[in-house]
């Protein structure tokens, strides 16, 4: 798949209340580390039993990385972005 900047992905990741009622706290494993922070609810279709889709924006293209920036406060990347591979991206997330 082409990626392009501005382009919305929808991310799987592990779902769990947050200290707020209107925000999640999330996990995304990418099989090279977890991103985790709180994101408002809005962000995240619950799949159930701890799972879910955050919406993420792609912010650059590189050879074979996307950057996504997902809208929230994290505590495992500077302002709420993380430097996914195109091929984890292929293969785990879905394209809005």
């Given at each position: 798949m082409d990626y392009f900047v501005g382009q919305f992905l929808k991310i799987?990741?592990?779902?769990?209340k947050g200290p707020f009622a209107?925000?999640?706290?999330?996990?995304?494993?990418?099989?090279?580390g977890a991103?985790?922070?709180?994101?408002?609810?809005?962000?995240v279709d619950v799949l159930g039993e701890g799972r879910g889709l955050v919406?993420?924006?792609?912010?650059?293209?590189?050879?074979?990385?996307?950057?996504?920036r997902?809208?929230?406060s994290f505590f495992t990347t500077a302002a709420g972005v993380a430097q996914l591979s195109q091929t984890w991206v292929s293969s785990h997330a879905s394209s809005l």
């Open positions: 799987p990741c592990e779902v769990s209107g925000e999640f706290l999330i996990s995304i494993d990418t099989g090279l991103h985790s922070g709180f994101v408002r609810r809005e962000s919406t993420g924006e792609i912010v650059e293209v590189q050879d074979d990385t996307v950057v996504v997902f809208n929230g």
